[in-house]
């Protein structure tokens, strides 16, 4: 395990992406190991929890008892004289009492061999384990660094694997409830959307527009070589919103060209689209210049305000670019769809009637 954890350090003391990689421990140190031989101590007649007691009190120390000295109580440890508990040959000094009341020598059952071990046990999940510490290099966000050290374990001897703790832990678990997190807040837009226009084609001729800035968020932080972090995703929940927002500005204000001044469905999305093409490249442009300080900052924490940044900067982009061509075009199919819709059931209903 330690030759695993050392070709672990010596890889990510390489990578670009890693910085102050250590282990949280100590170092192997000589160890005189006991094995016990489970058949002989039943053939002597031995217990095991004797065997364990003596090794504990004569090596160790162990609690037995308290007494009362001038009105103090004192607990009483008993241990063995430090002339018999020296060096390895010491071993063979102590016995065990059995069943039968005779005294077994420990060499009878037991033999020692000195090995390297962790002075400290160390286990995750029942599994034997050690401790690796470490932060992103500057400039890197912690889902660079996380996939660095991903791809260094994958290199590592047959039967050793790696696992999270803390807030990389936590990051790995959001990572894995992202895309139910998105739906869910899809979902709650386009309910959202659906009870304040008291129609459907509204929410669906917004929510159309949505993946033209994820597409544009994506690319950017594909070009730029930032990893899928939280931070990333934080981001792309604001280009969401932030694209939902100018398709209600195109969206909204064709819908009310259409039922209140009569224009057909064609005529109020292109005429909506020219209206509204000024507020949202104003609004777009500010937003945009906002962020750009995170996309190209430096120092502390820049890697995850570089994964905001970047990601938000490209999908207002292609969001603000794409959606005067496209949110025009999305209306016409949408509200063409259910405007078709809505005159066949009502011919129906007057077919009936009559």
Same mark, same amino acid.
């Given at each position: 395990m330690i030759q695993a954890r050392n070709q672990l350090l010596a890889e990510a003391a390489k990578s670009p992406a890693l910085n102050m990689v250590r282990p949280n421990g100590m170092n192997d140190e000589p160890q005189f190991q006991i094995l016990i031989d489970d058949e002989k101590v039943q053939a002597f007649k031995l217990s095991m929890s004797d065997v364990d007691n003596i090794m504990s009190a004569a090596w160790g120390s162990m609690y037995v008892n308290d007494f009362n000295?001038?009105?103090?109580?004192?607990?009483v440890y008993i241990q063995g004289e430090p002339g018999s508990r020296i060096s390895p040959q010491d071993f063979d000094k102590w016995y065990v009492r059995n069943s039968d009341g005779d005294m077994v020598s420990f060499a009878s059952? +037991?033999?020692?061999?000195?090995?390297?071990?962790? &002075?400290? #046990?160390?286990?995750?999940?029942?599994?034997?384990?050690v401790e690796i510490l470490g932060e992103p290099a500057p400039g890197y966000s912690s889902g660079d660094a996380m996939k660095a050290i991903e791809d260094i374990a994958a290199r590592l001897p047959e039967g050793f694997h790696i696992s999270w703790t803390g807030l990389s832990f936590e990051e790995r678990l959001s990572g894995s409830q992202a895309p139910a997190l998105y739906a869910l807040s899809l979902l709650i837009v386009f309910l959202c959307l659906a009870a304040l226009y008291e129609s459907w084609s509204i929410p669906f001729s917004v929510m159309?527009?949505? &993946? #033209?800035?994820?597409?544009?968020a994506v690319c950017a932080t594909l070009l730029r070589g930032l990893g899928n972090d939280v931070f990333f995703q934080v981001g792309l929940l604001t280009t969401i919103g932030l694209s939902a927002k100018n398709a209600i500005l195109i969206v909204e204000f064709a819908r009310e060209l259409h039922e209140k001044e009569g224009l057909s469905i064609k005529e109020a999305a292109v005429e909506a689209a020219r209206v509204r093409l000024r507020p949202i490249i $104003?609004? =777009?442009? +500010?937003f945009? $210049?906002?962020?750009? &300080?995170?996309?190209?900052?430096?120092?502390?924490? =820049?890697?995850?305000?570089?994964?905001?940044?970047?990601g938000v900067v490209g999908g207002m982009i292609t969001a603000t670019i794409l959606a005067i061509f496209?949110? &025009?075009?999305?209306?016409?199919?949408?509200?063409?769809?259910? =405007?078709?819709?809505?005159?066949?059931?009502?011919?129906?209903?007057?077919?009936?009637?009559s």
């Open positions: 000295d001038r009105g103090r109580v004192k607990k059952f +037991a033999t020692g061999k000195w090995i390297y071990g962790s &002075p400290k #046990l160390e286990q995750y999940n029942g599994i034997s384990a159309l527009v949505v &993946p #033209l800035g994820v597409l544009g $104003m609004t =777009s442009l +500010a945009v $210049m906002g962020v750009i &300080p995170l996309a190209v900052s430096t120092g502390a924490s =820049s890697g995850s305000k570089h994964a905001i940044g970047t496209y949110i &025009p075009l999305f209306y016409m199919l949408i509200a063409g769809f259910f =405007s078709r819709r809505n005159k066949k059931s009502s011919d129906k209903t007057e077919a009936e009637q």
